[in-house]
């Protein structure tokens, strides 16, 4: 994901939503189920922020206008991020697996 400064040097000069409802609704259905956005609100996602700053940026495509929460459409949406691997080959186990026999 690009930077904050970038996106907001990309950005459109121009409100994203006309109201708080709408700007809510929209959060609610698209940033709040997003894996950029879970570590907010010290690390959040920088294009919310933007957003937040009364610009829109070009990740923010278009969608439907007329259906609340569905303004845009963001091109960065992750419903999760990669998760990394388990056990990294040649790393020591802090725990060892047991078997139980109950």
């Known amino acids: ?21 709408e700007g809510d609704a929209w959060i609610a259905n698209w ?7 879970k570590g907010a609100p010290d690390n959040g996602c920088p294009i919310l922020l933007v957003g937040l700053m009364g610009k829109t940026p070009t990740e923010w ?29 040649g790393q020591l186990a802090l725990f060892i697996a047991e078997e139980r026999n109950e």
Do not use: W
Not at 1 to 21: G, K, L, Q, W
């Open 1 to 21: 994901m690009r930077s904050y400064i970038t996106i907001s040097a990309n950005a459109r000069d121009r409100a994203p939503f006309s109201n708080s409802t």
């Open 61 to 89: 495509q278009p969608g439907d206008r007329l259906l609340l929460g569905a303004t845009y459409r963001c091109t960065e949406f992750r419903l999760r991020r990669e998760q990394p691997p388990a056990q990294v080959p």
């Open 31 to 37: 940033c709040d189920k997003c894996a950029h956005d």
